[in-house]
């Protein structure tokens, strides 16, 4: 059975920080991982896909990067502004002959302080 | 692109009674998901639908969920005789296996709390 970690739980840095948050995954047969952004009370954005076959995705400030064979990823938040405080999200998809589902960690929460 | 649309964005009900939530997914996507979340938690996936064919089901989706997905357009969630432990989001996502990467866009999601 997948299972997804993240860590920290919960992170609180100063504006401007460079960050970087981490998610593992136990089986390492995964098809993609994708990062969302989750605002409190609101619903999942999808922020950065990586495939299987890639090494990393960037998007603005944001990277990132994916070790399959160690089943690790981490995104990189560059020049943290207090608009990036939300729960960050990493789900994997698994390979399955039918479904597609994804498989998520509990999130970091993530605040930045002015 | 209007993005995944759900209804109702909240709903409270009384434990036993029967509660829907509707998902509308990108007009070109054949591919639909309904995920619950209760609060510090991920999301755990419920169920899938490619087209109108519901093709997997998790565990967590006992005999008072039923979903459809009728024409392969949107879909219902309906939970029968509420229980309190019903109460969480419920979201529902949309994606393309004709699109390369097959990115999962997902909706604000339905709030349900049972008292």
């Known amino acids: 059975k997948q299972e997804v970690t993240q860590i920290p739980a919960a992170l609180s840095v100063p504006e401007g920080e460079n960050l970087v948050l981490n998610c593992s995954f136990t089986d390492s047969a995964i098809y993609n991982l994708q990062w969302f952004r989750q605002d409190p009370g609101k619903g999942l954005t999808s922020l950065l896909l990586?495939?299987?076959?890639?090494r990393e995705q960037t998007s603005g400030r944001l990277n990132a990067s994916l070790d399959k064979s160690s089943g690790r990823s981490t995104l990189y938040i560059a020049a943290s502004q207090p608009g990036d405080s939300a729960t960050y999200l990493c789900?994997?998809?698994?390979?399955?002959?039918?479904?597609?589902?994804?498989?998520f960690g509990e999130g970091t929460q993530l605040t930045v302080n002015p | 692109d209007t993005g995944v649309s759900q209804n109702p964005r909240h709903k409270i009900t009384k434990r036993g009674q029967n509660v829907t939530f509707r998902c509308d997914p990108i007009?070109?996507?054949?591919?639909l998901y309904w995920y619950r979340q209760t609060l510090g938690q991920g999301p755990e996936f419920l169920t899938y639908?490619?087209?109108?064919?519901?093709?997997?089901k998790s565990r967590l989706l006992s005999d008072r969920f039923s979903a459809e997905r009728p024409k392969g357009s949107f879909s219902t969630l309906e939970i029968q005789r509420t229980e309190q432990g019903d109460s969480a989001m419920y979201l529902c996502?949309?994606?393309?296996?004709?699109?390369?990467?097959?990115?999962?866009?997902f909706g604000e999601g339905s709030w349900l709390t049972v008292v």
């Open positions: 990586i495939q299987s076959s890639q």
């Open positions: 639908f490619q087209n109108e064919a519901q093709l997997e």
């Open positions: 789900a994997v998809r698994i390979l399955e002959t039918s479904g597609s589902r994804l498989t």
């Open positions: 996502a949309s994606s393309s296996d004709r699109l390369f990467g097959n990115t999962i866009y």
């Open positions: 007009s070109e996507h054949n591919r």
